[in-house]
């Protein structure tokens, strides 16, 4: 073979980060605030309802093209119930296998070959792979850190877009930064679409998981936006079953239906018996997101406090499940280096921001933690990382 196998479009993506920084946990007994899963299954209730559905025969054979009625229609009243955007179950909802596959099928259907995509950066790390196969052009606009948070210059984004500028991609509650935009934030970026003509892909996995009374705004639910605007939810985050990837979008009929046409070729359906279990879910009473809010904030306190602690600079996130931190304060500046040595040096797994950027060295001092865990993992974790200091 004197090609090799790897195509040119995926050739500079490798082999994630995930998978070898979960591998170094495994071999040398770490604590893994790599990757971002929770360490317990979400509520009993709702797995009781996946083996229901799966002793009861429902899913267990391909189910509709757009995803199960009762899914369907759950998103919808998810929708209108917390944000007031009415979406029709049949034409403006598409269950996906994840949010993962969301984001691939909006982007193979929308854009072409030469267009331009607009990412915030620090990014997804499927984002910029899966805008290299749809064949466009990424187009980063980076979140800068700046008294204790990551923050967005509107001025920059607005000069990223050019006339090739096909779509905005966007991540609120942001990871790995745990940025929520404000609402005069995702205000400036709707007009600018509007004014611009661009479609807005939003990933807004991490929706249920904002701290300290933030709000989390759909972009979709401002002026001029819902026609141009796919909105991409899943369960995975929300419930603590990352494994079961039920995801979905809701967009108007005709981008639903362009989504459609990528997602059927690639995985047609998925997860039969977990889309029922997920529409109960959705529908669980404001207590379970309360708790899952207040859980997930107590971890985020106790993570960042011991961080700080072990000499880390903190950017104390506003949403999701991570934690940015600057290392710098501990005489380090390549996060790569140190997060390969930090299994040695004390125990933990982490993950060098840099592999979410473009421009590798702006990220290079930075490193994410992950404080969906166990309270008592994440004190054990504190307690090692404390030898740091
Ligand atoms: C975890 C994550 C996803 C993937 O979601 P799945 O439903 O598991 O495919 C997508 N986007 C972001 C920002 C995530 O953190």
New binding site residues.
């Given amino acids: 073979m004197t090609r090799p196998p790897l195509n040119r479009r995926l050739a500079e993506f490798g082999t994630t980060i995930f998978a070898e920084m979960s591998a170094l946990a495994a071999r040398t007994g770490s604590i893994n605030l790599g990757q ?1 899963f929770p360490d317990t299954d979400g509520p009993e209730e709702i797995r009781e309802a996946a083996v229901r559905a799966l002793r009861e025969g429902r899913g267990n054979q391909y189910p509709p093209g757009p995803g199960v009625p009762e899914l369907r229609t759950a998103v919808g009243d998810h929708q209108r119930e917390r944000y007031g955007l009415v979406y029709d179950p049949d034409t403006e909802v598409l269950v996906t ?7 691939a099928a909006a982007l193979l259907a929308l854009v072409e070959p030469g267009d331009e995509v607009v990412a915030l950066e620090p990014y ?1 790390d ?1 984002y910029a792979a899966c805008v290299a196969m749809a064949g466009g052009t990424r187009v980063p606009v980076t979140l800068r850190p700046h008294e204790g948070t990551y923050v967005l210059d509107l001025d920059e984004l607005r000069a990223a877009v050019t006339d090739r500028t096909r779509l905005i991609l966007l ?1 609120t509650p ?2 790995p930064t745990g940025t929520v935009l404000t609402r005069a934030e995702l205000t400036a970026i709707a007009e600018l679409a509007v004014e611009r003509d661009l479609l807005v892909v939003t ?1 807004e ?2 929706e249920h998981l904002v701290f300290d009374g933030a709000e989390h705004v759909p972009i979709a639910s401002l002026p001029g936006m819902r026609e141009r605007t796919v909105t ?1 939810g ?4 929300t419930f603590s079953f ?1 494994g079961w ?3 979905w979008i809701t967009a108007s009929p005709e981008l639903t239906a362009a989504v459609r046409s990528a997602k059927q070729f690639l995985t047609y359906v998925s997860s039969g018996p977990f889309q029922y279990a997920v529409a109960e879910a959705l529908r669980l009473p404001a207590a379970y997101f309360d708790g899952l809010r207040a859980d997930l904030s107590a971890k985020r306190d106790l993570l960042c406090e011991g961080l700080a602690q072990a000499g880390f600079e903190v950017y104390r996130p506003a949403g ?2 991570f934690v940015t931190t600057d290392i710098r304060p501990l005489g380090a500046t390549d996060g790569f280096a140190f997060c390969r040595s930090l299994p040695e040096r004390a125990g933990v797994v982490a993950i060098p921001n840099a592999v979410f950027y473009d421009h590798r060295d702006q990220g290079a001092p930075f490193v994410r933690f992950a404080f969906c865990k166990r309270t008592e993992v994440l004190e054990e974790a504190v307690t090692r990382l404390k030898r740091l200091a």
């Fill in positions: 971002g296998a994840g949010a993962t596959e969301a984001i997804y499927s991540n942001h990871n990933d996995v991490y991409i899943s369960a995975g985050k990352t990837k039920v995801g999701t499940y």
